[in-house]
């Protein structure tokens, strides 16, 4: 049964695939989908073959899903704590205007 | 006189020199208006240092004629042009065709085909026919003129002529050269 | 080599006896006895140059003409200028023929009796020790390359950019001083960058030609660059430029990115 | 002379390998056989199987890295199975698994990169990582016979002449900016044409519809172009003739009637272009002394720069060499060929920790360990 583990100095978390029912496979990842550019979506992923190469397809998908989305909150929270710390810099330290960007 | 075939081209030259001339007005008002008998290059000797020089326009205005792109009148008048570094006519007409007082005279005749000489060059010019020589026209030479009709850099008007080495000469002459070849380009 | 072209640039030179030397991509270049308008003696044994630049069939005719015509102007121009820096040896111009793409000029080099009878070009002059480790990193050799090097340093100082610095467009004179041929991809130009690329042009090309010593050939024609430079202030901060500006050149060419 | 059958396996009379390549828009699966002894007029490789899938973007449109690997991730299982199928073979009759290991656009590298581990884990077979370049280099010597080209390799990532000497595909000339198929895409974004089946294919449509030559800047340094001041001047020309700036006298006339049509500009474009390649391209084979000249990649398809190339080289009494389509545009059977030379030289597949894809892989990086 394939599982991911994601770990870091500060985190661990393992993400499962037993719990999955039958109903909740699919190929069509929530993260894997195309980009707003394209129209005529012609490369969707093949429907998954009934055994176990399918099996294990799908849930490849949804681990791939599931640290997709760690990995984006992680960074999200990360870009969020920076600007928070630089805002609050700003407030104590006040804007000297020596941006480098 | 020096008959000079340029291979490239069908026509030849006969260049004369001469000295102590006594007739330069009465040439140039014949030239100036348009005489048959006076259908000859007259060149001011004072802006000629070199053979090498004269021929070096008379090549250009030869190849300029014979490809139908003359801008003067006459091969002989585009002659004088070519010996130029300006693309001004009239301006190097003056400096490089005959003075009113000149005492000295380079004369050019471009014959087209050999059977067609039909003058007689003491007929034109009253004065001691010369051999056109090297030395002879260094010596002669004035860099006065010679800076206001190339305007070479560094100035020639600061050197003296008899200070002038071989290697002085053999500089100024390719700088000449590369001056004639590149006019208007 | 093509009988066409040949008879082409006949038929714009006239009775010039035409000996091929070279047909290089662009221009072929021949030699003659033959002065275009001093009178020449029989038996001298001066040869003059003459650089051809055939129309090219492939291209545009407008855009041909233009070409051609650009180029043996700036080459010519470009043979002016250096008339006029003494401390760099180049051939004198003899004649021009724009329209023809025709420069007459005057012929540098010698042939090189040990290696063929080839003409003295800093590519043969060092193949001719390509298989000879020993002979091929001697002190000539160095010498020789810090010349080439201290010359086109002196180019640079003077603004002149020769635009296709390979080994075949440099001669060895017989007095084994360095000289430039070949401006026909030359400009003026006194941005570093410029600098830089003809810099990276010749290190590209020593590394193409001559592979086996390329790092020491390089090393010694920089050193002579360096030197070209001269020692006082000012051009010692140019020449640093350059040398970033080069640098930068190099790590773009091998590191750049293969998308566009 | 190099023997390249230091490593025939016991009882095997041949090599097969399967090649993926996926570094731009295209996915490719490619099987290949050599025979023992050098190639030879009568000893040439068999291609078995060669098939391709094209991400195709919507007009207007780059192709985005993210969609790319989609693509190659979401066909190049079905690509795999179909190139199995029309090869005839065996699973067990396949020797190595090569892929692209660039270079190339990172995303879609790695999917393909992916695909070839999971598939050597499968069927527990060595893998190969190849140069893409080499790839196309190799390929266009065998399919054509060149044996020592100057190669002009040109698309929409690259553009480079090439020559070998000592082992290495040497570098003489390239672009100092973009490559020629980025320019001529980039000039069809511009002109919002359509990008199916390929920008570049339509550029040269409707240069052949084009007769006015409009001068652009033709810059050629040595043996290295630059292209983006040309895009850059030519992407002007075509805004002012769309928004009907008539002060622009390059492209209207007095009366302000348009002097040029799109068709002109895409003419204009490629003869400046090629004229540049072609120059180029000829100064190498002067400089090297060779007869031969070979162009590959996508842009090698244009028949204008086909014929240049034809005539430069028929002056210079030479030969010119270019490939179909099928090889000339990014395909698997490249890779699977220069990865099995590589195969049969060392006789063993890459360590597991370098079967790694990269973005900048120069084509003078590689040893070339099976020619003289």
């Known amino acids: ?101 | ?185 | ?260 | 002379m190099v023997h390249l059958d230091l490593h025939l396996k016991e009882g095997k009379t041949s090599y097969v390998a399967i090649g993926l390549e996926g570094s731009a828009n295209k996915l490719g699966v490619g099987i290949i056989r050599h025979f023992p002894g050098p190639f030879s007029t009568t000893n040439r490789a068999e291609v078995l199987s060669n098939i391709r899938d094209t991400y195709i973007t919507p007009p207007g449109e780059g192709f985005l890295p993210r969609d790319t690997a989609r693509h190659h991730r979401n066909w190049v299982v079905r690509l795999i199975k179909q190139s199995i199928i029309e090869s005839g073979l065996k699973i067990s009759e396949i020797d190595c698994i090569c892929f692209t290991k660039g270079p190339g656009m990172g995303a879609p590298l790695q999917s393909v990169v992916i695909a070839a581990r999971t598939l050597a884990q499968l069927w527990d077979l060595p893998l190969i990582g190849v140069n893409h370049c080499i790839g196309h280099i190799e390929m266009g010597r065998e399919i054509t016979g060149a044996d020592n080209p100057v190669v002009l390799y040109v698309s929409g990532g690259n553009t480079q002449i090439i020559a070998y000497s000592e082992q290495r595909y040497r570098i003489f000339g390239e672009t100092l900016d973009i490559a020629i198929g980025n320019c001529l895409d980039r000039f069809a974004r511009t002109l919002k044409i359509p990008n199916e089946p390929s920008p570049g294919y339509n550029i040269e449509q409707l240069a052949k519809k084009g007769s006015k030559y409009i001068e652009l800047p033709y810059t050629v340094k040595g043996m290295d172009m630059s292209m983006s001041g040309i895009l850059a001047h030519i992407d002007n020309l075509a805004y002012d003739l769309f928004n009907n700036k008539k002060h622009n006298k390059t492209i209207f006339n007095d009366d302000g009637t348009p002097k040029v049509t799109v068709e002109d500009l895409c003419f204009s474009l490629q003869e400046t272009l090629f004229a540049m390649l072609v120059e180029i391209t000829e100064r190498a084979m002067a400089h090297v002394g060779t007869q031969q000249v070979l162009i590959v990649g996508g842009v090698g398809c244009n028949e204008r720069l086909q014929r240049m190339m034809e005539t430069m080289v028929l002056d210079r009494r030479g030969f010119i060499f270019a490939t179909d389509e099928r090889f000339c545009i990014d395909n698997g059977i490249m890779i699977a060929h220069a990865g099995l030379l590589e195969y049969r030289m060392s006789g063993k597949g890459f360590d597991y920790s370098d079967t790694v894809c990269t973005q900048k892989f120069r084509t003078d990086e590689v040893l070339i360990k099976w020619r003289d």
């Open chain 2, 1 to 185: 006189m020096l008959s000079v075939k340029i291979p490239q081209f069908q026509q030849s030259l006969q260049i004369y020199y001469f000295e102590n001339v006594e007739n330069s007005t009465e040439i140039r008002t014949k030239l100036l208006s348009g005489q048959d008998s006076h259908n000859f290059a007259f060149v001011n000797p004072d802006v000629i240092f070199s053979k090498e020089q004269l021929l070096s326009a008379c090549y250009r205005a030869l190849l300029d004629y014979n490809s139908g792109k003359i801008r003067t009148r006459s091969i002989h008048s585009e002659i004088i042009f070519c010996l130029g570094s300006s693309g001004n006519i009239v301006d190097s007409l003056t400096r490089f065709g005959i003075k009113e007082d000149g005492n000295r005279l380079i004369i050019l005749k471009v014959i087209e085909k050999e059977e067609d000489v039909e003058y007689t060059i003491d007929e034109i010019v009253k004065g001691d026919n010369k051999d056109l020589d090297d030395a002879l026209l260094r010596e002669n030479v004035d860099f006065k003129q010679m800076q206001k009709a190339y305007k070479f850099q560094p100035s020639l008007s600061n050197s003296a002529r008899e200070d002038f080495k071989e290697t002085d000469w053999s500089l100024l002459l390719r700088k000449t050269v590369d001056l004639i070849q590149l006019r208007g380009c």
């Open chain 1, 1 to 101: 049964m394939p599982s991911a583990t994601y770990s870091s100095p500060s985190d661990t978390q393992t993400f499962q695939t037993s719990h999955l029912q039958k109903s909740q496979l699919t190929t069509q990842g929530k993260t894997s989908g195309p980009s707003e550019f394209v129209k005529v979506d012609r490369d969707q992923p093949s429907e998954p073959a009934d055994n176990y190469y399918g099996d294990l397809r799908c849930k490849l998908t949804y681990l791939q899903d599931e640290l997709n989305t760690l990995l984006t909150d992680k960074m999200q929270a990360e870009k969020k704590s920076k600007d928070m710390e630089e805002a609050e810099k700003k407030l104590l330290d006040g804007d000297d205007g020596d941006d480098d960007e």
């Open chain 3, 1 to 260: 080599m093509s009988d066409e072209l040949i008879q082409l640039a006949q038929s714009h030179l006239q009775n010039i006896p035409l000996q091929v030397i070279s047909q290089g991509a662009e221009a072929i270049v021949f030699t003659t006895k033959t002065h275009p308008y001093l009178p020449t003696s029989k038996d001298s044994h001066t040869e003059y140059i003459i650089k051809y630049r055939p129309p090219k069939k492939y291209r545009h005719p407008q855009l041909d003409a233009t070409l051609t015509k650009h180029r043996t102007i700036a080459e010519a121009r470009l043979l002016q200028r250096l008339t006029n820096i003494p401390e760099i040896q180049s051939p004198g111009l003899i004649a021009l023929d724009a329209r023809n793409g025709i420069i007459w000029m005057e012929k540098v080099g010698y042939e090189l009796i040990d290696y063929d009878d080839k003409i003295s070009s800093l590519k043969n002059w060092l193949w001719r020790y390509n298989d000879n480790q020993e002979k091929a990193l001697t002190e000539e050799i160095k010498i020789a390359l810090e010349k080439v090097g201290c010359m086109i340093g002196k180019a640079h100082v003077n603004d002149v950019i020769h635009g296709d610095l390979t080994s075949s467009n440099i001669i060895i004179t017989e007095a084994q001083e360095a000289c430039l041929i070949d401006f026909g991809l030359s400009y003026q130009s006194a941005l570093p960058e410029d600098k830089g690329v003809d810099l990276y042009v010749l290190d590209r090309a020593i590394l193409s030609t001559h592979p086996k010593y390329a790092e020491q050939y390089n090393e010694w024609l920089m050193a002579g660059y360096e030197r070209g430079y001269g020692k006082d202030k000012k051009s010692l901060i140019k020449l640093k430029e350059v040398l970033k500006r080069y640098e930068e050149v190099r790590l773009r060419g091998r590191k750049r990115s293969m998308l566009g």
